[in-house]
C-alpha cells in the first residue's frame, strides 16, 4: 500500500472485522423454544393472532410487579389474545422458586393453577420470607378447596419437577436471563416496565395487521 | 526508583492489550445477547431518558468491542485509548451517581449475564481500566498497527 491514508483504511477494516467476528463467537446458538405448556397454564383461544408466553419466577419481585401490567394487558385484550405461563425458577437467588412453582403445577393438576398462580404473586411478601413456605402454601390450597392428600402428594412427583425443568430448559433455549420475561409473537419484552411501554402498543399492533 | 522508558513502553502496552482484551469481551458478551436484557440494566441505572435506553443498549456494546480491537492491534491507538478512558470514566460516574441515589443493582451490567460484579467491585475494575487507559494513551505504542500505518513496511537490507 503507497500511502498511510490507504494503510489506516486497511488497519479500520481489519478492526471491524475481528469485532463483527468476536460478536458472532460470542453468540450462543439460540435454539428454538416450545411455547408449548399443559393446558392448565394457557389461557385464551388457539387461533388468537397475538400470543405472549411469559417465562417467570413466583418468588421474584420484579415478576409480581410486573403482573398489575400484564393482567390489564390481558383483560384489555380478553378473547383475541393467548397467554401461556413458563416457569423459570431462578433457584440461585430464590429458595423457593421451584417449590412454588412445582407446588402452583400440582393445583393445575386439580384445575386450580391460575387461583394459586394469583395467590402466589399477591401473596408473595409473606411465604417468601418464611423458613418453611409450605405451611403457608398449604393454607392457600385448603382456601382452594383442594384436594390437599393428591396435592401433597404432587409435591414430591418427579413429573412435576420435570416439567418444571422444561420450561427453565426451554427459557434457557430462548436466552432468557431476567424474569419476567415475555415474548409477544416472538418478540422479546424484559421486565415490567417494556412489557407496559412496549411490549402494550406492540400487542395493539399485532392486533390490527 | 523510576521507570526507565522502556518499563512504560512495556506498561502501556500491557495496558493497551488488557483493556483492549476486556472491552471486546465485555462489549462481545453484550452485543452477542438480547438487547432487552441490556437495555433492562441500563434502565435500573435510571439516568437516560427512557425512549434513549434501547437505542444505547444497542450501540454501546459494539462501541465497546470496536475501541477493544482498535486497542488490541494498536489503531489510532491514542484516540481507542481517549474513548477506551472516556467509557470507564463515564462507567465510575454512573456507578457512583447509583451509589449516592441509593439504588439497588442487581448486576452492574459491566459483561451481559456472564461476570455478576457488586458495586463496589465495579468502581474498582472501572477504576484499574481509567488508569490503564491512561497508561495506555500516555506509552502504549509498542507493538502498534500505527507504527506500520505511519511508517509503512520495510524490509530488511533496504
Keep these: ?209 | 526508583m523510576s521507570l526507565t522508558d522502556r518499563h512504560k513502553s512495556l506498561l502501556g502496552a500491557a495496558g493497551r492489550v488488557i483493556v483492549g482484551a476486556i472491552l471486546v469481551y465485555a462489549g462481545a458478551a453484550k452485543a452477542a445477547g438480547p438487547t432487552e436484557e441490556f437495555a433492562l440494566i441500563i434502565s435500573y441505572y435510571q439516568l437516560l431518558p427512557r425512549d434513549m435506553v434501547m437505542t444505547v443498549a444497542s450501540f454501546l456494546p459494539w462501541l465497546e468491542v470496536l475501541v477493544g480491537w482498535a486497542l488490541l492491534l494498536g489503531v489510532s491507538r491514542r484516540a481507542a485509548a481517549t474513548a477506551a478512558g472516556a467509557l470507564f470514566g463515564g462507567f465510575l460516574v454512573a456507578l457512583l451517581s447509583v451509589l449516592a441515589r441509593g439504588i439497588e443493582l442487581p448486576n452492574c451490567g459491566c459483561f451481559g449475564d456472564s461476570v455478576h460484579f457488586t458495586i463496589p467491585q465495579a468502581l474498582l475494575f472501572d477504576s484499574v481500566m481509567l488508569a490503564l487507559s491512561w497508561a495506555a494513551l500516555l506509552h502504549g505504542g509498542a507493538f502498534s498497527l500505527d507504527k506500520w500505518v505511519d511508517g509503512g513496511y520495510t524490509p530488511r537490507g533496504r
Design chain 1, 1 to 209: 500500500m503507497k500511502n498511510a491514508s490507504e494503510r489506516r483504511a486497511a488497519a479500520w477494516a481489519l478492526v471491524v472485522a475481528a469485532a463483527a467476528a468476536s460478536v458472532l463467537l460470542a453468540g450462543r446458538t439460540r435454539k428454538p423454544f416450545s411455547p408449548d405448556a399443559p393446558a392448565f397454564r394457557v389461557k385464551g383461544p388457539a387461533d388468537a393472532k397475538v400470543v405472549i408466553v411469559e417465562f417467570s419466577d413466583f418468588e421474584c419481585p420484579a415478576c409480581k410487579y410486573a403482573e398489575p401490567v400484564l393482567r390489564k394487558l390481558l383483560e384489555l385484550h380478553e378473547g383475541k389474545v393467548r397467554f401461556v405461563f413458563k416457569n423459570y425458577p431462578l433457584e440461585r437467588v430464590h429458595r423457593w422458586a421451584r417449590p412454588a412453582a412445582i407446588a402452583a403445577e400440582c393445583a393445575g393438576r386439580q384445575g386450580r393453577f391460575w387461583e394459586l398462580h394469583d395467590k402466589l404473586y399477591d401473596e408473595q411478601e409473606k411465604w417468601a420470607r418464611e423458613t418453611d413456605a409450605f405451611k403457608t402454601w398449604e393454607g392457600y390450597a385448603k382456601d382452594l378447596k383442594l384436594d390437599l392428600p393428591a396435592w401433597k402428594t404432587c409435591l414430591q412427583d418427579p413429573a412435576a419437577d420435570a416439567a418444571v425443568s422444561r420450561d427453565a430448559q426451554d427459557g434457557l433455549d430462548a436466552w432468557v436471563s431476567s424474569t419476567p420475561t415475555f415474548f409477544i409473537n416472538g418478540r422479546r419484552f424484559v421486565g415490567a416496565q417494556q412489557l407496559g411501554e412496549r411490549g402494550a402498543p406492540f400487542v395493539e399492533r399485532e392486533l390490527k395487521r
